[in-house]
């Protein structure tokens, strides 16, 4: 299934997020977890987001119009990017400004890489999560890397680390082979509509 999907904008700051009532699911994780693959995944376009090997290369937050009707929303993500101290504090303020005032804002899908234990960072977006009454869904990316048994037992420890409610869904993804791509797209059009 392709589904049309085009880059709308970038803000820099909360005032410059598009007006207007569409409903928006936001992408969020570490710096290098997938979100530019997973978006280009989803929409069978190899360079509908800029993929980067180095850390921290979003500093903005990128809205792609889906179908015309609803935003997939790309954030800056957080951890080890190195940039300064200034310029890490305005990208924190940002995602902080988006998350709370973002009406339009259905769901969260919080990517973790399915290698790695979920570290501090990843913890507090998924208590956060927890308390915000916002639909969640965690996405183990990169799942191509590892094998399916290696892959089951880091669900199970993401499971755990995270402190995952059982009614938010876990699931494994691969923008290689396109693993999950069918159970991410359910979720998205289960929120936005």
Known sequence: MTVPVEF????????????????????????NVGKSSLLNALAKRKKLAAVSKTPGRTRTINFYLVKNSYFLVDLPGYGYA?????????????????????KQLRGILHLVDIRL???ELDRQLAEWLRFSGLPAAVV??????????????????IKEALRLPADVPLIRFSAVTGEGKKELWQIIEKWVN
Do not use: M
Request: glycine share 10%; net charge positive; with cysteine.
């Open 140 to 157: 183990a990316t990169k799942a191509d890397k590892i094998s399916r048994g290696e892959g089951q037992r880091q669900l199970a420890l």
């Open 8 to 31: 709308f904008g970038a803000a820099s700051v909360y005032e410059q997020c598009p007006a207007g009532q569409k409903p928006e699911v936001a992408l969020a994780g570490r710096s």
């Open 117 to 119: 234990t979920p570290g």
């Open 82 to 102: 190195r940039v300064p101290g200034e310029l890490k504090t305005n990208w924190s303020r940002l995602v902080e400004d988006y998350l709370h005032n973002r």
